[in-house]
């Protein structure tokens, strides 16, 4: 029952929005900056949380280690288990040589991290001077703020006219999102074993699928902010690293280029994936981009609520 409320909640305000975003499509020029607000909001609030943590610094090294083994496990099963689907059906792509604006991809996971930062700063002075911390509240704002930040999602996906029986019927799309949430689902009994953890636990780490903003909010929620800061950069390890493996990758294994990328193949990577393999990957990475959106609130919910 728990997990069907929970998914109730996360679901509810992406398909409200893409309704609502079909009607309203002239206040998309402003989502962009909007749903960047509600994403400092967030991070500020899991930060403030983490400043919180007893020993902080203490379990920070263990957060380190657990990050670097979890990423390099996701990546390489994302990529081991797709390309033989590439190999099979030879989807390959015109490759295009590509110059990456570096400085704008740093100022922007700048403002993401120092979001957090401030958070920390913020936090560690409420405790330095023992200021009292309404614990039930900053929770409510927190959940407030995800259910906004879902919403405005929503908006952007109506907003942008994709046409809900275009993505569901583009095969290729749902085989692909299906082999690349198979991959994450591996690696997270991988994980599991490696770094003795419990396999809900892991699974829900390595279902993120990029959708840092949500999946860090979910775990933190569900467990704790400490790891909610561990959710938050491995899914934006993968953001990082999409950026030089997806024009490598986009030679020679389409597919693979692609979904590497995870929920930001829709958005925040749809620009490096259109430049590395050219117009005809756009359509694949929308479908498959969408698809993913709607399979990491459910993975996250399940998993987290399972793992407990």
């Known amino acids: 029952m728990d997990i069907l409320l929970g998914l109730s909640i996360v679901l509810a305000p ?14 998309g020029k402003y989502l962009g900056k909007l749903l960047t607000i509600v994403l400092c909001i967030l991070l500020f609030i899991m930060g403030f949380k983490l400043a919180l943590i007893d020993d902080l610094l203490v ?7 657990d990050l670097t083994v979890i990423v390099v496990i996701l990546s390489l099963c ?4 797709l390309i033989p689907y590439d190999k099979l059906k030879n989807k390959s792509a015109h490759f295009h040589q590509i110059k990456v604006n570096y400085l ?15 958070g920390v700063v913020v936090g560690a002075i409420y405790v330095y001077f023992d200021y009292s911390i309404d614990h039930h509240l900053l929770g409510i704002y927190s959940n407030i703020a995800l259910l906004l930040l879902i919403f405005i999602v929503g908006l952007e996906l109506g907003g942008a006219k994709y046409r809900l029986r275009d993505v569901f019927l583009n095969k290729e799309a749902i085989i692909i999102s299906l082999l690349f949430t198979f991959s994450c689902l591996v690696a997270g009994v991988i994980v599991s074993f490696v770094l003795n953890m419990n396999v809900w636990r892991s699974l829900a780490y390595t279902s993120g699928m990029g959708w840092y903003s949500l999946s860090s909010v979910i775990v933190t929620n569900a467990y704790s902010p400490l790891e909610g800061s561990l959710m938050f950069f491995i899914d934006i390890a993968r953001e990082i ?3 030089f493996l997806v024009p490598i990758l986009m030679k020679n294994y389409r597919c693979t280029a692609v979904t590497f990328p995870g929920a930001t193949s829709l958005d925040s990577s749809l620009p490096i994936i259109q430049k590395s393999g050219g117009n005809g990957v756009v359509g694949l990475a929308i479908s498959f981009g969408f698809l993913a959106n709607l399979y990491v609130p459910v993975l996250m919910v399940l998993f987290t609520n399972l793992s407990k």
Do not use: C, E, R, W
Request: proline letters at 2%; hydrophobic letters at 65%.
């Open 14 to 27: 992406i398909f409200i929005g893409y309704y609502l975003g079909t009607i309203f499509t002239q206040i």
């Open 59 to 65: 379990k920070l090294p263990k957060v380190a280690f």
């Open 78 to 81: 994302n990529i081991l288990l």
């Open 104 to 118: 704008h991809l740093f100022f922007d996971i700048s403002k993401l991290i120092l979001s957090v930062i401030a």
């Open 241 to 243: 690293l999409a950026l």
